[in-house]
């Protein structure tokens, strides 16, 4: 019991100083990345940047359901089965080439309504009018399906639960760090984090910015 005691203490202090380090450098305080992460199913969301494949990658993994990944075939960006296994297994993802993006919009509304996975991932060439925006909310609120829509920069829906902007995230240390900016949420937060992929437990892992940055601004010993 005393053991408890002292290590909710040692927790008390660190989040304390953690506090108190950020609004010396008036730094916004963090969310917690599981309120958002993983995504409203039921919902769509948008993400856009260099990193958002990767980002609709590991909302995928971990899913009762597969999932269907959905591009045009003229799409020169493909993922590669063997290179999503550290992710999750390639039999658990779908994939479906279509013609153009009315095509891929289609399918995308189609799979999100027949609640047969449990993420659909749409790549996108053209930005999302309102309508359209609207009809694949209903879609995924249907089936219950968590859609994902990657975006060109600036070329998201009003309709969107989330917009995310994804890259990734230079560290001498370590170049497997990701940084996950919400840009738009209809809950209001918008907030950042840096992330990095677990192989061990498939999952996503929060890097403490301010434990980085307080360790960057170290002199060398």
Do not use: Y
């Not at 990944?69 to 039999?91: M, Y």
């Not at 013609?99 to 609640?115: H, I, P």
């Not at 909310?137 to 968590?146: C, D, I, V, Y």
């Amino acid at each position: 019991m005393a053991s408890l005691r002292s290590a909710a203490r040692v927790t008390r202090a660190a989040q304390a100083l953690e506090l108190g380090f950020r609004c010396r450098h008036n730094w916004p305080m963090p969310e917690c990345l599981h309120t958002f992460f993983p995504l409203s199913p039921g919902r769509a969301h948008e993400a856009q940047g260099s990193g958002a494949a990767f980002f609709a990658l590991a909302a995928c993994a971990n899913q009762p359901k597969p999932s269907l990944w959905i591009n045009e075939s003229w799409q020169a960006e493909r993922l590669h089965p063997a290179g999503i296994t550290p992710i999750l297994s390639p039999d658990h993802l779908l994939f479906a080439n279509t013609q153009n993006q009315a095509d891929s919009l289609a399918a995308a509304e189609e799979a999100l309504r027949s609640a047969a996975f449990s993420v659909v991932v749409t790549q996108l060439s053209q930005p999302l009018t309102l309508f359209t925006g609207r009809r694949l909310q209903l879609a995924a609120k249907a089936g219950e399906t968590t859609g994902i829509f990657l975006i060109p920069e600036g070329a998201g829906s009003h309709a969107a639960e989330t917009r995310w902007h994804c890259a990734p995230h230079f560290s001498p240390d370590d170049s497997t760090l990701h940084r996950w900016k919400l840009i738009k949420n209809k809950s209001g937060t918008l907030t950042e984090w840096v992330t990095r992929w677990d192989e061990q437990t498939r999952g996503i892992i929060v890097v403490s910015e301010a434990a980085e940055r307080a360790g960057a601004a170290r002199p060398p010993d």
